[in-house]
Nanobody, 130 residues
Framework: QVQLVESGGGLVQPGGSLRLSCTASGFTLDKYSIGWFRQALGKEREGVSCISSSDGRKYYADSVKGRFTISRDNAKNTVYLQMNSLKPEDTAVYYC???????????????????????WGKGTVVTVSS
């Protein structure tokens, strides 16, 4: 069964850090661009960041630029989202998704907030609160 599994969420105080992981099951990630998305309660889904399959191209939404870092370890079949200086407004369910072409992933991340993408994991919950 082909799926992506998100993990690493939790409760953290404002200013704290978390590292999310997106791990593939049933396929290898190394040929796919990966995007992170989030959806807060009662709000529309938002594209957060994405990374190309092998040449290190990255995109960040303005809301997380300078605080979040996306990276990947293809040997571990995992993509990470390091989140620093967390704010209460970062509270959301975080999802990852895969797309073969980086340009399309940037479009999904920056423009459609993932609308049009077909496969989603169950997500991991991030709560930033004191």
């Amino acid at each position: 069964q082909v799926q992506l599994v998100e993990s690493g969420g939790g409760l953290v105080q404002p200013g704290g850090s978390l590292r999310l992981s997106c791990t593939a099951s049933g396929f290898t990630l190394d040929k796919y661009s990966i995007g992170w998305f989030r959806q807060a309660l009662g709000k529309e889904r938002e594209g957060v960041s994405c990374i190309s399959s092998s040449d290190g191209r990255k995109y960040y939404a303005d809301s997380v630029k300078g605080r979040f870092t996306i990276s990947r370890d293809n040997a571990k079949n995992t993509v990470y989202l390091q989140m620093n200086s967390l704010k209460p407004e970062d509270t959301a369910v975080y999802y990852c998704a895969a797309e073969e072409y980086y340009a399309r992933m940037v479009y999904f991340t920056a423009v459609t907030a993932g609308n049009g993408m077909e496969s989603w994991g169950k997500g991991t919950v991030v709560t930033v609160s004191s």
